[in-house]
């Protein structure tokens, strides 16, 4: 996987690499996708959520610009295994899922597996987790028309979010850099297909 899926195709930050080939994905996929999980593309979870396929958390991880004194918010912590690979990397992860059994079940395989510097919130990822910020960085696994507003109020400056914009096939992987003087650096990574992130508050009324 990590030669063929992820270094042949332009991954190339040693540390998430590193990362990469040491997370056991199959701790983090059902049964019956065990034999599987290795392979380069999502598989589904429980709730209709799915665990990325291994070159997207790659890429993200590694357009984030992570460094080991980083502080992460991972919005949609799913089966946890973004978030695990992801603590690798840097000093702490906060991980917001809206599910309460994924949260509970994500937090207890990072327990089993010794990934400590992992925190599971259940919430409502569009809101961040403000208790917790600043952060260096938001890695988002959902993808919305546009990036919340709360996540770039919870971003360090000079920090940087990653995520997914758009709806259905025209979806974008954006990485936005949050300069020091407030301006936003948008570099586009490509097409990517994502499950929609949700809000638990309700839409204001019309009209």
């Known amino acids: 996987m990590v030669t063929e899926d992820l270094r042949d195709r332009g991954i190339d930050d040693e540390r998430v690499l590193a990362a990469m080939a040491e997370v056991p994905r199959e701790e983090f996929v059902t049964h019956r996708d065990r034999d599987g999980a290795y392979e380069d593309h999502?598989?589904?979870?429980?709730?209709?959520?799915t665990i990325s396929q291994p070159?997207?958390?790659?890429?993200?991880?590694?357009?984030?610009r992570l460094r080991p004194d980083h502080v992460v918010l991972d919005i949609g912590t799913g089966s946890g295994y973004a978030a695990a690979v992801a603590s690798r990397v840097v000093s702490r992860v906060v991980s917001i899922e809206r599910h309460a059994a994924l949260a509970r079940r994500a937090a207890s395989v990072l327990r089993s597996l010794g990934y400590d510097n992992v925190t599971v919130v259940i919430g409502d990822g569009t809101q961040g987790v403000g208790d917790a910020a600043p952060f260096d960085a938001i890695l988002s696994?959902?993808?919305?028309?546009?990036i919340p507003e709360s996540w770039f109020e919870q971003l360090a400056p000079g920090g940087r979010i990653v995520a997914?914009?758009?709806h259905g096939w025209g979806q974008r992987l954006h990485s936005v850099k949050l300069r020091k003087d407030g301006t936003r650096v948008v570099t586009d990574l490509g097409g990517v297909a994502f499950v929609p992130l949700v809000s638990d508050d309700p839409l204001p009324p019309r009209g």
Do not use: K, M
């Open 42 to 49: 999502p598989l589904p979870i429980a709730e209709g959520q």
């Open 55 to 64: 070159y997207i958390v790659a890429l993200t991880l590694q357009a984030a």
């Open 164 to 166: 997914p914009v758009g």
């Open 141 to 146: 696994a959902a993808a919305s028309g546009s």
